[in-house]
C-alpha cells in the first residue's frame, strides 16, 4: 500500500487543494494569452474580459453542483454553503463555458473559436487541480486490496482506489490527444465537444470506484452529468465533424 503524509494546510489557513487550484485557473488563463502571442485571433482584452467573466460563474456553478450533491449535509446548516470547503468539477466546466458563450454574444469573437484554443489548457488544468485532490484526501475511492491502494496517514481507514490519481493520468493523456487534433477537425467547437465527450466518458466509469451518494438512479451526479453530457456532444460530433487537412484548417 502507498501511505500519503502530506498535510492539507500548506501554511496558516492555506491548504494546497486552494492553491492547486488558483494554479488550474492561471493554466487556461496564461495559456490563452500563449495562444494570442502566437497570433491567435483573440484581443487580450477578450482574453481578460472572458477570464473575469468565466472564472466567478466557474466557481459559483462549481459551488452549486456540489451544495446540491451535498445536499443533506447542508440543509441544516445553511450558513456553511457560502464560504465552505467543496467544488465540482463539472460545474466548474460548465458554468465557465455558459458565462463565456454569453459574452461572446455580446461580442466579436466566435465561441467555438475560443472553446478550442482553451480545450487542451482546462484539461491539463484539471490534471494540476486533481494534484490538491489527492493531498486534500476529499476524493476518496472505494477500498481496495491492490497494491497501489492508498492510505492517508491523517486519516484513519482502510486503503482506497487512488482515483484521482487515475484521473490525473487520463487527463494528461487528453491533453496529448487534444493536441494532435488540434486544426484537424471543422467545424470550430469541435475539439471542445472532444474535450467534454473524453472527460465524460472518464467520469462515467470511474465514478464507480469512487465513494459518494446515489444522486439519481443509483449514479452519482457526475454521472447523471456525463450521459446529459454525451447525449449532447456525441450526435453533434457525429452530424456535424469532420476531419480536415492541417493546411485545410487554415482560413
Not at 445553511?78 to 470547503?85: F, L, N, T, V, Y
Not at 482506497?160 to 494528461?172: A, G, K, Q, R, S
Not at 465537444?193 to 467520469?203: H, K, P
Request: glycine share 10%; aromatic share 12%.
Amino acid at each position: 500500500m502507498i501511505e500519503i503524509g502530506i498535510d492539507p494546510v500548506a501554511f496558516l489557513n492555506v491548504r494546497w487543494y486552494g492553491i492547486m487550484i488558483a494554479l488550474a485557473i492561471m493554466v487556461g488563463v496564461l495559456w490563452m494569452v500563449r495562444e494570442a502571442r502566437r497570433g491567435a485571433n483573440l484581443s487580450y482584452d477578450t482574453i481578460l474580459t472572458a477570464a473575469l467573466v468565466g472564472i466567478p460563474s466557474a466557481i459559483i456553478f462549481s459551488r452549486l453542483l456540489h451544495v446540491i450533491d451535498k445536499w443533506e449535509l447542508y440543509k441544516d446548516d445553511p450558513g456553511r454553503i457560502i464560504g465552505g470547503e467543496g467544488l465540482s468539477i463539472y460545474g466548474a466546466i460548465l458554468g465557465g463555458a455558459l458565462a463565456i458563450w454569453v459574452y461572446s454574444r455580446f461580442s466579436r469573437f466566435q465561441f467555438g473559436y475560443f472553446a478550442d484554443l482553451i480545450a487542451p489548457a482546462l484539461i491539463l488544468g484539471q490534471a494540476v487541480g486533481r494534484v490538491g485532490c489527492t493531498i486534500n484526501a476529499c476524493c476518496l475511492g472505494i477500498a481496495t486490496s491492490l497494491p497501489w491502494g492508498v492510505v492517508y496517514t491523517h486519516q484513519e481507514g482502510v486503503a482506497t482506489h487512488p482515483v484521482v490519481v487515475y484521473e490525473i493520468i487520463y487527463n494528461l493523456i487528453v491533453f496529448g490527444v487534444l493536441l494532435k487534433l488540434r486544426g484537424r477537425l471543422k467545424p470550430e467547437g469541435s475539439l471542445f465537444l472532444i474535450y467534454l465527450s473524453l472527460y465524460a466518458v472518464w467520469r462515467l466509469g470511474s465514478d464507480f470506484l469512487r465513494v459518494g451518494e446515489p444522486f439519481l438512479f443509483g449514479l452519482h451526479q457526475a454521472q447523471v452529468i456525463a450521459i446529459i453530457v454525451l447525449a449532447i456532444t456525441t450526435p453533434l460530433l457525429i452530424r456535424r465533424t469532420r476531419w480536415v487537412r492541417a493546411e485545410e484548417s487554415v482560413d
